[in-house]
């Protein structure tokens, strides 16, 4: 498994992660089976958050019943997750008072004494920077939270929280797959006036300010589109992409998910793919794309089937 530093100074992580969204409904036996696969294709990044699955930190206890893991192979892996929305208002919060209580509830729900990663989930209209800092603060001097980034944030977003959290922030996790793809595209057809292509939706040059700032952009929803059925693979949707993706896999004797892994992971960025599946297959085959280095012309054919405009 090919790795990525993971913010501006490292470490080094796997450039596949294993999503832990949909195991809520899964058997302690489903569980460690998709654990076992991740970690022998060479993942040990697990990504969680509150929120996910019925109940409020319900995959987490999930995850940690059916593994039951122990302190030594705990140090193995890096476990990151995500506080911030409050599903039942719905609504976002970045207050002091609810990261701390989110993030101690996660401690217990994943019966552990830190998290890796703590994300913020998606961004809070009504953020106090102050507030963010006192928490960041207070939780890395507990040693409850190693690193500290955001989900779905704009650079200014980004920037706002800076101006009173001293942590470095070491990830942005945003959707990308090579159909859904603005914060690439946009820049293709900049002062393209007739593309709608062109307009900026990422809050203005996304991609190239984590570059610039060494903030790790993570990918969630890599098989996702924006049409048809959802996941784009096999969707008679993005038949032509469809073309282009199968012509590669058997090009580079990998299977089609491998090249939508390979897209994203080929761009110099240095991004980590979030997987969503539940399948050990599918997650051992995804993994496997981190490894094949598309040349620039397979990447930009992907990108023209794909419907984007490569002037």
Not at 18 to 45: H, N, P, Q
Not at 232 to 256: C, K, M, Q, S, W
Request: contains cysteine; negative net charge; hydrophobic residues 45%.
């Amino acid at each position: 498994m090919r790795s990525v530093p993971l913010g501006p100074s490292g470490p080094a992580v796997p450039a596949v992660v294993a999503g832990m969204m949909r195991i809520d409904d899964k058997s302690d036996a489903e569980v460690r089976e998709l654990y076992e696969a991740a970690r022998s294709a060479g993942i040990d990044f697990f990504d969680h958050a509150d929120i996910y699955a019925r109940e409020l930190h319900s995959a987490e206890r999930r995850f940690s019943e059916a593994l039951a893991l122990g302190s030594s192979e705990r140090a193995e892996i890096r476990l990151q997750t995500k506080a911030g929305i409050v599903r039942e208002g719905p609504y976002f919060d970045f207050s002091y008072e609810h990261i701390v209580a989110s993030v101690d509830e996660s401690l217990r729900a994943l019966k552990t004494d830190y998290v890796d990663v703590l994300l913020l989930h998606r961004p809070d209209a009504l953020v106090e920077p102050d507030e963010v800092a006192r928490a960041f603060d207070e939780l890395e001097a507990a040693g409850k939270v190693r690193a500290f980034g955001v989900s779905n944030h704009t650079p200014r977003q980004i920037d706002l929280l800076r101006t009173a959290v001293r942590q470095p922030i070491v990830a942005n996790q945003v959707q990308l797959s090579v159909a859904h793809a603005p914060i690439v595209a946009q820049g293709l057809a900049m002062n393209m006036e007739s593309t709608p292509q062109s307009a900026v939706l990422d809050g203005g040059g996304l991609v190239d300010y984590c570059r610039l700032e060494g903030i790790t952009l993570q990918a969630w929803s890599p098989l996702q589109g924006t049409k048809g059925n959802g996941v784009f693979l096999g969707d008679p949707a993005y038949a032509e992409l469809n073309a282009v993706i199968d012509d590669l896999a058997a090009r580079y004797r990998v299977t089609p998910i491998a090249i939508a892994v390979a897209w994203i992971t080929r761009h110099p960025a240095g991004m980590q793919v979030v997987l969503g599946t539940t399948t050990p297959g599918r997650v051992i085959d995804a993994a496997a794309g981190a490894d094949v280095v598309l040349t620039r012309a397979e990447w930009y054919a992907l990108v023209r089937a794909a419907g984007y405009v490569v002037p």
